[in-house]
């Protein structure tokens, strides 16, 4: 299961709770939310509701979490790709992801220095099927098909805890 709250001493009471009932933590990853160099000029309410989102949207109970980077390699090394090139590539991924817009919710967090990946990708969706499509619609972006490294994806539907437990 995935759990989120606004701070880490909750997660980590979640975890050492889980543990003491006898459950085995069998991955974790560490982010938090963040608002993207690339977002520079989006109203403040836009940014506003990137660091604080409001999980879970209501109607998309349907989940993805995925961890990514970008390629540091020397035919692919998006770090060393001017800015310009990179915002360029990020406007069309964000154009991809618009078309979406309504069926899918993201939460992107950033885990440069807390975890193994750069950042956390989170997808909200009334069903998997629509979390497959604009997955397999964003991989042809050039952001993602020429720099993006993904680990493990997890994906599951949302419920409260006391429903789980």
Known sequence: FMALAPDWRTLRTLQTSLQHAGI???DSYVSITE???YAKGMPEHM???RLHPQIPPEG???FCFYPMS???EAHANWFATPYDERNEMMMEHGKS???FAGRVAQLVTGSTGLDDYEWGVTLFAAS???IKDVVYTMRFDQGSALYGEFGAFYVGYLDFIENVL
Do not use: C, F, H, Y
């Open 97 to 99: 992801g618009r078309t």
């Open 47 to 49: 940014l506003q509701a």
């Open 35 to 37: 608002v993207s160099e």
């Open 128 to 130: 998997p099927d629509v």
């Open 24 to 26: 085995d933590i069998v």
């Open 70 to 72: 970008k390629k540091r």
């Open 60 to 62: 998309l109970n349907a």
